[in-house]
T-cell receptor, first 115, second 113 residues
Framework: DAGVIQSPRHEVTEMGQEVTLRCKPISGHDYLFWYRQTMMRGLELLIYFNNNVPIDDSGMPEDRFSAKMPNASFSTLKIQPSEPRDSAVYFC???FGGGAVGELFFGEGSRLTVL | KNQVEQSPQSLIILEGKNCTLQCNYTVSPFSNLRWYKQDTGRGPVSLTIMTFSENTKSNGRYTATLDADTKQSSLHITASQLSDSASYICVVHNAGNNRKLIWGLGTSLGVNP
């Protein structure tokens, strides 16, 4: 398996623009997580899905952020409109059996810079 | 408050030397503790997962210990290699209502030749 695949790897955009990050989880995994990583706050869970259904989105910072998982092999994280404080590395991770016991497999991340 | 604190924040050692990274947590109730390695520009990769009943667990040159009574864990790296240069992150799973992973900020390890 190719692992968790994220795109784009790097995105530079201007404030106010829409940003869409994409993720393909490992085949057969039933949980998908979106994380944001910054130097100051480390890794923060934004939202996670179980069998394509959003379970906990309490980490989504505000209404500008939204995430979807239309099927078991694809998820998107959208920021609209983007702001400079959204600049961070966004990781997608997947697991089988959930975060409690399942090992998390991370993608390579999408580095977002909002000017 | 559920927290995970790691020390030192950064560390530089010479190739071939051993080192120990520390993790203290206040997460309760506790389910398991994980150590991840994150290379620069890459996603975190799991090294070990330890449950309440496990005191030590090894993965090659990496050995993790857990003292659930004092809520402390350590990651010992033996005979360090240049490829060990990375950030090492301690993560504790909260078995409470929110069932979330609580992430530390990591220890940045540099191994010099």
């Amino acid at each position: 398996d190719a692992g968790v695949i994220q795109s784009p790897r790097h995105e530079v955009t201007e404030m106010g623009q829409e940003v869409t990050l994409r993720c393909k989880p490992i085949s057969g995994h039933d949980y998908l997580f979106w994380y944001r990583q910054t130097m100051m706050r480390g890794l923060e869970l934004l939202i996670y899905f179980n069998n394509n259904v959003p379970i906990d989105d309490s980490g989504m910072p505000e209404d500008r952020f939204s995430a979807k998982m239309p099927n078991a092999s694809f998820s998107t994280l959208k920021i609209q409109p983007s702001e400079p404080r959204d600049s961070a590395v966004y990781f997608c991770a997947s697991s089988f059996g959930g975060g409690a016991v399942g090992e998390l497999f991370f993608g390579e991340g999408s580095r977002l810079t909002v000017l | 408050k559920n927290q995970v604190e790691q020390s030192p924040q950064s560390l530089i050692i010479l190739e071939g030397k051993n080192c120990t990274l520390q993790c203290n947590y206040t997460v309760s109730p506790f389910s398991n503790l994980r150590w991840y390695k994150q290379d620069t520009g890459r996603g975190p990769v799991s090294l070990t997962i330890m449950t309440f009943s496990e005191n030590t667990k090894s993965n090659g040159r990496y050995t993790a210990t857990l003292d659930a009574d004092t809520k402390q864990s350590s990651l010992h790296i033996t005979a360090s290699q240049l490829s060990d240069s990375a950030s090492y992150i301690c993560v504790v799973h909260n078995a409470g209502n929110n069932r979330k992973l609580i992430w530390g900020l990591g220890t940045s390890l540099g191994v010099n030749p």
